[in-house]
């Protein structure tokens, strides 16, 4: 079984459904309610964990309800929890909407303003063991190069996925082993055009494009690999399913287009239920 560690966020999620979006000052009435366990850090935990990886979260929550219900809910997906740190902040919170087959969102950061380089010294040994680690922006930046730079050093894979996007040093690009951007936020860290940003990393880069479905350079040409058409009932995490997919994929082994296709196809299947980490697929379901 492959081994991945996932340094990241861990949210709980207040998600409403409603006809349409409000607009600016306009108060609506929504159609459903419902808390979920999110966090990007902590989706693709659970996202990888379903789909056969061994698994460690190491992150922050709070000493409080949330923090309490979300270390009960990774042990009982058999996810490792030793690393994650009780501190002051509340856990974290999404607050989101989700209406049209789309969502908004908005992250109040709370215990995951607090992963440190400490943290990531504290899970160096498990860290050091891993097939791969996997990253994201909700935590503080100068924490994610840290891992990036300790990763380099021990010769462990590395996966970001740099959402949500905050301008961060071009550096970064060499140091990771694979990056998974939006068509957005490729073109806010690369100032290039699909084509010509995925063209600079072959075999690195590889962009998700929603609906359409993913893009990367193999070194000679651009591979565009479709997307499984499905009914949407909620996107939340399925960019997260996506990322810990592909993740195991290349952990097994698969070539990046395969690893592509098992991410996509669990990604899939997660958007046609409600809530991130409760839609998202075991290895069974995508036989």
């Known amino acids: 079984m492959s081994k991945i560690t996932v340094i990241g966020s861990i949210n709980v999620d207040l998600t409403v459904t409603s006809d349409r979006f409000p607009k600016v000052g306009e108060t609506i009435f929504g159609t459903g309610f419902g808390t979920y366990f999110g966090g990007k850090g902590a989706n693709q935990a659970v996202a990888a964990k379903r789909l056969g990886a061994d698994v460690t979260l190491v992150g922050c929550v709070g000493d409080d309800a949330n923090g309490e219900m979300c270390l009960k809910h990774f042990k009982e997906e058999g996810i490792d929890t ?3 740190r009780k501190v002051k902040e509340p856990t974290g919170v999404a ?3 989700v209406s049209e087959n789309d969502n ?11 992963v440190s380089k400490e943290d990531v010294n504290n899970a160096l040994n498990v860290i050091r063991e891993s097939d791969m680690v ?3 922006l909700e935590i503080p930046l100068e924490t994610v190069e840290y891992v990036l730079e300790v990763c380099r050093k021990y010769g462990v894979k590395t996966l970001l996925n740099p959402a949500p996007f905050s301008a961060f040093p071009k550096e970064w690009l060499e140091l990771c082993y694979y990056i998974t951007p939006n068509e957005t ?6 100032s290039l055009d699909k084509e010509e940003a995925l063209k600079c990393y072959p075999n690195k880069m590889v962009m998700t494009h929603g609906s359409e479905g993913v893009y990367y350079h193999d070194g000679e040409k651009l591979v ?7 009914e949407v009932v909620d996107t939340t995490g399925a960019g997260d399913t996506f990322n810990g997919g592909m993740a195991v994929g290349l952990c097994e082994g698969m070539t990046l287009s395969e690893a592509i296709t098992l991410g996509q196809k669990a990604s899939a299947l997660a958007i046609g239920k409600m809530g991130a980490q409760t839609a998202m697929p075991y290895r069974k ?3």
Do not use: R, W
């Open 82 to 84: 030793s690393y994650i």
């Open 95 to 97: 607050l989101i909407t």
């Open 104 to 114: 908004e969102i908005i992250v109040i950061k709370g215990a995951n303003s607090c």
């Open 134 to 136: 996997i990253l994201q």
């Open 185 to 190: 936020e490729a073109k806010q860290m690369t």
């Open 224 to 230: 565009h690999v479709p997307a499984f058409k499905v």
């Open 285 to 287: 379901d995508l036989d």
